[in-house]
Structures are given as C-alpha cells and as structure tokens.
C-alpha cells in the first residue's frame, strides 16, 4: 500500500513540531475511532508510535466508510484529518471517490484531499472535542467583538440564561474560518458578562489549540455567518448528521438591497444557502416570520426538506433602575439638556435607519425657531452623509449629541428622558427601540408598515411613511407643540403592559429550536 503520509522527522530542526503535529492527529482519530467503530477502533498495540497508530486509524475508518458509506462517518473523518470542517465541494469529491476506491486506495485520496480544508483550520497540533450529546451554541461575533447592536443584544441576554439552565457548548470560529474552537477567557466574559467585562482587547493571538466539532447533534446560530463560515456550514447541514437552528433577524439583503453596503452580497448569499439547509428559524417578529416564510416557498421547486419558521417576537424586559428617578447615567447628557425638550434617536447611522431624514426635519424646525435637542444614541455606520451633516448643523449651533458606544444603562435612561423618540426605519426585522420606548411610557413616531407597525399598533406611536419628509417633521413638530396629542400618546404608551421577559423569551426559544429540532439526525 502506498500512502502520502510523510514520517515525522528526528532533526533537531523540525523533529519536535513534527512529533507534535503527529500526535495531535493521532489523538483526533482515535477520538473518530471512538465514535465511528467502538471498541474495534482500539489500537490493538498501545506501544505503536504515533505515524504507525494514525496509518492503523486510517486503514480501520477509511474500510468503514468505503463499506457503509454513511456521509456522518464520512464529513467526521474528513474534518480530524484536516483539523477543519470541509465544504460541499470537499464532501462531493469524497463520495465521488467513496465510491470509485477501495478502502486502500481511499486513504491516499483523503490524505491528499485534507491538507486544502486544513489550510482554513486551527493550528496543526490541535486538540479535538467531539460534540454529540449537546448543543453547539455560534457566538463568533459576540464574542470577539465589542459591537452591541441589535443582534448582539439578543445573544448577551439569551446565551448566559441558557448556559445557566442548560449544558451547552458555546464557540467560535478559528481565525480562518475553518472551524469551531472553543472561547478564550475575555470571549468568554464578552458572552456571559458583557455588562461588566465589555472593554476587553478584541484582538486574537496565537493558533486555536482546542477545536470543537458538533457531530449528531444541533447546531445553533443566534447570529448571520460570513460567506467562508457558511461554507462549512451548509457541509455541517448536509452530511454531518446535524440540525442547524437558527434566529431569523430579517432578509433585509434579499428584499431591500439598497438599504445595505454593496460587498455584503457574498455574505448573505451564503447565509442563504444555511438558512435553506436549516431545521428551524425562529424570526423576531411576525413581519420577519413572513419574509422566511416566502423564501422558504420559493425553496419547493428545489425539493429541499423545508425549515419550520416560527414567529418568536423579542421581549421586551425593563431593567429594575429604569424608573430610577435619582439615576443620573447620562450627567453628561442632562447637563446638555438645560430644560429643553429631548428628542432620541437610537440606532446604527446607515441608510435603512433613516437618521438623515430626521437630520433634516429638525433643521428645518430649528430654523422656524423650535427649540428641543436631539440625541442619537447607538453604534457606528456606513455609507451615509450623517457624520458630515452633524458637524455642518452643530457649526450653526443647532443642539445635537451624538454617542456611538453607550451601555445599556444609559441608553435606557436617554429614553427615559426623552419627551419622544423617534425611529423611522426604511426596513426593520423587529424595532426594538420602539418597544423599549413604550415600555418606559415614551411615546414614538415611527415607521407605518412592517414590524414597527406591528408594535405600535396597541397604542403609544404617531405613524409615518419614512420616505415621506414632510410627514415626519410634521410629526416631531406635532409632539413638540400639540400638548392634546402628546399627552395622548403618553397616556397610551403608560398603560402598554409588556409582560414578557427575556427570562421568558429564553425559556421559549430554547423551546422553540432545541427542542423542536427533534432528537439526533433529521
């Protein structure tokens, strides 16, 4: 038998990193062994060096998954070997040759076909964790980033319920995309203590020494993979033996591309092909549920299994100093205000956010003599005039602040504070800054369609059409002016109960993606 395994050398050059490599691969498989044949993949001499252990590991899985030809067995095989999880294209070529070879014959095949999937993965000498008998929780983005948009939002209070209540396993992706690892001790605070531990070096040093490899069992995904993640995953989906269930935000890139950078397509492209190949997408609202819904009609002509679309609304859960009347979070802030009314606008300045829009109705009530501030709270943006349009109007004097990186406490207190908010979303998944406003009795004007619509709908919110200008200066106008329809709305938005929690809202997507995923393999 003839085999591209290369003996580890004995140099003093490279023998040592050799040796190490060797049995970092030696103990991956043996792990697949495990697995895979039982006590039939015990190495019947225990005093075999590590290059004639891995040829023995090889022979013993590369027989067994010529003769059974189970794609599990198979994607398992292949992702020890490289240290990486393959993509389709890895996985068809390996049926493809599955089929063709002999037990022999396919072992020089798969040895030469890792090494392209290994270039993706961890380091070399990389230990393995096999994971069958939890779930695998994605918080890639979570975790190495200090972001705390809507999505991350949704994870920094989900996650560390679920890891209370349940055993779960929670990753990341080597630095390559390649693979699953495990976190490191500042990802992990970012996760499960963000409201304390937020400030940590993002910064990612040194190989991933610990890969995670979900096999048999669900995969969860509380956030949109980039297109190099999703390529192993639409893999893991379809020959891993695995579900994948995941949180759908909304098809923004898919519905209203404009709305968004103009490189995004590959990554949502990809994030597609995940979602089709996915078990259950639970969506934030009912709008979100509905655009899933027609993507997965669109899917029955390819004759794919069809996800479950769930509609599973964010809660929304007041912390316990939001009515905290001696709270003084934004000092800042309140110094600025000096008694004028304060309207907030809370969100990423991008297009879809809409914030030049409200940039130019408050001009032109600043220049009829209308006196109020205006405060945007939230993170960073993209392809907008919005930083430029502020210092123009703050050059004029106009009464503008502007805070890109706040912590929920302050943000909650801004609202508080606020005679209104004001959200004009071209496209939204859910709103929740409309929702947190009501739940602090802060009335809204905001968009009149899609998910903002639906929240607004028991009372508290002055609807426009975002694109309408005139409508939305007069509404700001209105609510700054018109004591009736204020108080009005005011009256309203106190008297929203919102009873859910993000307790309760954890409790149930866990329900929802878990345990409806089933047991095992679809």
């Given at each position: 038998m003839t085999t591209t395994a290369v003996r580890p050398s004995s140099s003093a050059s490279g023998g040592a990193a050799s040796r190490a490599i060797t049995h970092a691969q030696r103990n991956r498989l043996a792990t697949v062994a495990n697995a895979i044949l039982g006590d039939d993949g015990t190495v019947p001499d225990r005093s075999l060096d590590d290059y004639d252990a891995i040829l023995w590991y090889l022979g013993k899985l590369c027989d067994r998954v010529v003769l059974e030809?189970?794609?599990?067995?198979?994607?398992?095989?292949?992702?020890?070997?490289?240290?990486?999880?393959?993509?389709?294209?890895?996985?068809?070529?390996?049926?493809?040759?599955?089929?063709?070879?002999?037990?022999?014959?396919?072992?020089?095949?798969?040895?030469?076909?890792?090494?392209?999937?290994?270039?993706?993965?961890?380091?070399?000498?990389?230990?393995?964790?096999?994971?069958?008998?939890?779930?695998?929780?994605?918080?890639?983005?979570?975790?190495?980033?200090?972001?705390?948009?809507?999505?991350?939002?949704?994870?920094?209070?989900?996650?560390?319920?679920?890891?209370?209540?349940?055993?779960?396993?929670?990753?990341?992706?080597?630095?390559?995309?390649?693979?699953?690892?495990?976190?490191?001790?500042?990802?992990?605070?970012?996760?499960?203590?963000?409201?304390?531990?937020?400030?940590?070096?993002?910064?990612?040093?040194?190989?991933?020494?610990?890969?995670?490899?979900?096999?048999?069992?669900?995969?969860?995904?509380?956030?949109?993979?980039?297109?190099?993640?999703?390529?192993?995953?639409?893999?893991?989906?379809?020959?891993?033996?695995?579900?994948?269930?995941?949180?759908?935000?909304?098809?923004?890139?898919?519905?209203?591309?404009?709305?968004?950078?103009?490189?995004?397509?590959?990554?949502?492209?990809?994030?597609?092909?995940?979602?089709?190949?996915?078990?259950?997408?639970?969506?934030?609202?009912?709008?979100?549920?509905?655009?899933?819904?027609?993507?997965?009609?669109?899917?029955?002509?390819?004759?794919?299994?069809?996800?479950?679309?769930?509609?599973?609304?964010?809660?929304?859960?007041?912390?316990?100093?939001?009515?905290?009347?001696?709270?003084?979070?934004?000092?800042?802030?309140?110094?600025?205000?000096?008694?004028?009314?304060?309207?907030?606008?809370?969100?990423?300045?991008?297009?879809?956010?809409?914030?030049?829009?409200?940039?130019?109705?408050?001009?032109?009530?600043?220049?009829?003599?209308?006196?109020?501030?205006?405060?945007?709270?939230?993170?960073?943006g993209w392809g907008t005039y919005f930083d430029v349009r502020v210092k123009q109007l703050k050059r004029r004097g106009r009464r503008l602040v502007v805070r890109k990186a706040v912590s929920d406490r302050v943000l909650w207190d801004a609202i508080r504070r606020a005679r209104f908010t004001v959200f004009p979303s071209l496209h939204e998944g859910f709103g929740l800054p409309v929702a947190e406003s009501l739940s602090v009795g802060t009335p809204v004007i905001t968009t009149n369609y899609g998910s903002t619509a639906e929240i607004a709908e028991a009372g508290g919110c002055m609807l426009v059409d975002p694109r309408d200008d005139a409508q939305l200066e007069a509404a700001m106008r209105s609510l700054l002016y018109d004591e009736s329809v204020f108080q009005q709305l005011r009256e309203q938005a106190i008297s929203r109960i919102f009873t859910r929690t993000w307790d309760d809202y954890a409790v149930e997507l866990w329900d929802v993606l878990v345990n409806s995923a089933g047991e095992g393999a679809r």
């Open positions: 030809r189970r794609d599990d067995e198979l994607w398992l095989l292949f992702t020890s070997l490289a240290g990486a999880m393959p993509g389709e294209s890895d996985m068809e070529k390996g049926i493809d040759a599955r089929s063709r070879f002999t037990g022999s014959e396919f072992m020089d095949w798969i040895i030469a076909a890792s090494s392209a999937p290994a270039v993706w993965g961890g380091g070399a000498d990389s230990a393995m964790e096999l994971v069958s008998d939890r779930p695998v929780v994605d918080v890639n983005a979570c975790a190495r980033s200090d972001r705390h948009t809507g999505i991350q939002r949704v994870e920094r209070e989900t996650i560390p319920r679920w890891n209370a209540a349940h055993d779960i396993v929670v990753v990341a992706w080597t630095h390559r995309d390649g693979a699953y690892r495990s976190l490191k001790e500042k990802e992990r605070a970012r996760v499960f203590d963000w409201h304390t531990a937020h400030t940590v070096d993002s910064a990612i040093s040194g190989e991933e020494t610990h890969l995670v490899v979900p096999w048999r069992t669900r995969v969860v995904l509380p956030e949109v993979p980039s297109a190099r993640q999703s390529t192993r995953l639409r893999a893991l989906a379809r020959f891993s033996g695995s579900d994948i269930v995941l949180i759908g935000y909304d098809l923004i890139p898919l519905t209203s591309p404009e709305y968004l950078p103009k490189d995004s397509g590959p990554d949502f492209l990809g994030y597609l092909g995940v979602v089709k190949r996915s078990a259950v997408i639970a969506s934030i609202s009912e709008s979100a549920a509905e655009e899933f819904r027609g993507l997965v009609d669109a899917m029955l002509p390819q004759q794919l299994p069809a996800p479950k679309v769930v509609s599973h609304p964010l809660p929304v859960d007041i912390p316990s100093n939001a009515w905290d009347e001696t709270l003084v979070a934004n000092k800042d802030l309140a110094d600025a205000q000096q008694g004028l009314p304060v309207i907030v606008c809370v969100g990423s300045h991008e297009p879809r956010k809409n914030h030049l829009a409200v940039l130019h109705a408050a001009e032109r009530l600043w220049r009829d003599g209308v006196n109020f501030e205006l405060w945007f709270m939230g993170g960073g």
